[in-house]
C-alpha cells in the first residue's frame, strides 16, 4: 500500500481530539474472512449475532436463510446455526479443484435463484443460458 494511501487511512483514523482511533482484527466465524473494524463496530455486530462476529456476507445469508423459511418460521438464532453448519462443511471439504469453474457456476445458481420461475423460463428461452460453458 503507498505512503499516501496508509496516511489517508490513519487521517481517516483520528478522533475528534486528534487521537487516533484503534482497530482491531476479527475474523469471521462462519467463513474465516479476517477484517480490520474498530471496537465498538466490533461489539454491536456481536450483540446482534449472540455474540459471534459475522462479516456481512455472511450476515445477508442469515437474513436470507430467515426470509426463505418465513412458512416455518425459524428463528433468527436457529438461521445462524444452519449457516455455521453449512459453513463448516464448506470448510471441511477443502479447497475445490477448479476454484474459478465453482465460483462462476455457484455464482450462476445464485442468480437464478433469485429470478422468479416465470422469469427464468423466459430467459431460458430468450437465449441466456446460465449452462453455457464457452470452454
Known sequence: ???????????GLEGPVGSIISAQTVECDCCGLIEECTPSYIQTVREMHG????CGLCAEAVKDEVLRCE??????EEAMDRHLSFCNKVRASGPPKDSTV???RAMS????RSFESPK???????????????A
Open 1 to 11: 500500500m503507498s505512503t499516501k494511501m496508509m496516511s489517508e487511512i490513519k487521517a
Open 51 to 54: 455474540g459471534k462476529w459475522v
Open 71 to 76: 412458512k416455518m418460521l425459524i428463528s433468527p
Open 102 to 104: 465453482r465460483l462462476i
Open 109 to 112: 445458481r445464485v442468480m437464478r
Open 120 to 134: 427464468l423460463t423466459t430467459i431460458r428461452e430468450g437465449g441466456w443460458d446460465p449452462e453455457y460453458d464457452p
